[in-house]
């Protein structure tokens, strides 16, 4: 059967009201002959998602309803392995002292893009570029296990990644730029240089595909990004409880599929401590 992921919005939601949900949803499956896997909830956004084995769409908004009355907003088809590597999860969540801890599906989407990777076979050979690429892919990864941060997919030049904390976003995207500069410096030439953009968002936004919102803004800020730079969308700066000093403001851009500017932020990762 497909599975589905579901958004509910409910003014006032806490975790237990949503666990209590979760029950009654557990209770009624087996009369639709579906499964409740896993749910996510976010008591700020006043928000909740589902992840659901179901026939169709029709049969998990009945058995919703049945259960507790909370028909989804919206409805996506989804695919488990990418819920897993964007969430961290696809079922319940293990106790930790006797109590589940349920995680905010709210994630900061980070995309890097690699200057001129095209070019460097060209100038310098596919042995010589590989090795390079490779380069980036270490420096980035290592990043990306210190901090905490998910990888999602590998684009080649770059990589995309997700994060259940902003804080340490932010702190991955300098610690990397930072082990690129170092790199350039230890090295002879050809260096490296890296753009950078991170948005955020939830999962199921008024669009059928998973973190689609997020993942789109992350891709344009950082193909508007220049090499070197670190660009972020507004909602990362508002979320982020370090030193607003980290931040300068860059202006707004016209980024495709998107329907008014955007603004945008520079990390200063060169004075940042």
């Excluded at 599929?257 to 603004?263: A, D, K, N, T």
């Amino acid at each position: 059967m497909p599975i589905y992921m579901d958004r509910h919005y409910v003014v006032g939601i806490t975790r237990h009201a949503i666990a209590n949900a979760h029950e009654k949803d557990l209770a009624v499956q087996s009369k639709y002959g579906i499964q409740f896997l896993t749910y996510w909830m976010d008591e700020e956004r006043c928000t909740g998602f589902c992840l659901v084995d179901s026939p169709d769409k029709a049969t998990l908004q009945k058995a919703h309803d049945e259960a507790h009355g909370q028909v989804p907003s919206e409805i996506i088809e989804v695919n488990p392995a990418t819920v897993e590597v964007f969430l961290g999860r696809i079922s319940d969540p293990l106790p930790v002292a006797n109590t589940v801890l349920i995680d905010s599906a709210f994630r900061v989407i980070m995309v890097t893009d690699l200057k001129d990777s095209t070019g460097m076979i060209t100038q310098l050979g596919e042995s010589t570029a590989m090795h390079l690429l490779r380069v980036h892919n270490a420096l980035t990864r290592n990043a990306l296990r210190n901090s905490g941060g998910r990888e999602v997919k590998h684009m080649g030049d770059g990589i995309m990644a997700s994060f259940a904390d902003t804080s340490k976003a932010i702190e991955c995207v300098m610690s990397i730029q930072k082990s690129f500069a170092a790199y350039n410096s230890e090295n002879a030439e050809p260096s490296l240089h890296l753009r950078i953009g991170l948005s955020a968002g939830e999962p199921v936004e008024e669009d059928s595909h998973l973190f689609g919102a997020a993942v789109n803004l992350a891709v344009r800020i950082c193909a508007y990004a220049q090499p070197d730079q670190i660009l972020v969308s507004q909602v990362i700066v508002d979320q982020c409880p370090m030193d607003k000093a980290i931040f300068s403001d860059a202006g707004k851009f016209n980024p495709k599929g998107f329907p008014i500017p955007v603004q945008v932020y520079q990390v200063n990762w060169q004075s940042a401590g």
